[in-house]
């Protein structure tokens, strides 16, 4: 399949900026139209390149938030005020401006409808980016593999997705938040980060041998797994992908 591609033989494609959409007050959708972009599975991610008038080159990777959807993909950024290219794709990129991709790569971090389910999905801040890929992929197949949701925010406005998270809610999907900084009044859902206890109490029972797919910083994916290995879910249905400070 094109998403399994050697990153060494992929080539720079040239993106024009479709649309755009305000998520958070830090995040934006960014939506590619991608001539030549070969297609991609759920959860892959890309490669950026930004060059300046002087020739200088920046590169940075983000995961694809669309799900598979022919030449068309989109990126989810959060704005990070030290960053060198964030800055730049959620403030300055307007719909008809071009910049550089390359990809999809990664084989390892996707869900498709044929692996069925249950499926377990834990998201840390910005992580739940390539995590709503598996779940509009989800949607959009029509799957009746069970999926379950598990997103840590700090805050109900920092949030992202959250409108659509609530529409598509119900049936196949679970959605659980745990807001670990601020709630809103009257919350009575959870208010610490991901912990043993809450992985038991939302996600399948290791019993069911789910898939799962774990998504955020650092320090908060290695949380996650060790719990979920004391929890007694077989390590080889654990993927993760994590995400420390790059320059944004």
């Known amino acids: 399949m094109a998403g399994t591609a050697v990153l060494g033989r992929l080539n720079w494609l040239q993106a024009e900026v479709a649309d755009t959409v305000d998520e958070t007050p830090r995040t934006k959708t960014i939506g590619f139209d991608v001539p030549g972009w070969p297609g991609h599975r759920a959860g892959q991610h890309v490669d950026v390149r930004l060059t300046a008038e002087d020739g200088y080159q920046a590169e940075r990777s983000y995961s694809i938030a669309s799900a598979p959807d022919g030449a068309h993909i989109e990126l989810t950024v959060e704005r990070l005020d030290d960053g060198e290219v964030s800055p730049y794709l959620t403030d300055e990129l307007r719909e008809g401006d071009r910049i550089e991709l390359r990809g999809p790569v990664g084989g390892y971090f996707v869900w498709e409808p044929a692996l069925g389910g249950p499926v377990l999905l834990v998201g840390g801040?910005?992580?739940?980016?390539?995590?709503?890929?598996?779940?509009?992929?989800?949607?959009?197949?029509?799957?009746?593999?069970?999926?379950?949701?598990?997103?840590?925010?700090?805050?109900?406005?920092?949030v992202i997705y959250r409108d659509e998270l609530e529409r598509l809610a119900g049936g196949g999907l679970t959605v659980v938040h745990t807001l670990t900084r601020a709630q809103p009044e009257g919350w009575s859902g959870y208010t610490r980060r991901v912990d043993e206890q809450m992985l038991a109490e939302v996600g399948p029972p290791p019993s069911e041998r789910p898939l799962v797919f774990v998504c955020g910083p650092t320090p908060f994916?290695?949380?996650?797994?060790?719990?979920?290995?004391?929890?007694g879910h077989e390590p080889n249905r654990i993927h993760t992908e994590r995400f420390g400070p790059t320059g944004g």
């Open 221 to 231: 994916v290695e949380a996650v797994a060790t719990a979920l290995v004391q929890l």
């Open 125 to 158: 801040g910005s992580g739940v980016v390539p995590l709503m890929a598996m779940i509009r992929h989800h949607a959009a197949a029509g799957s009746d593999a069970e999926m379950r949701l598990l997103f840590s925010s700090r805050s109900w406005e920092e």
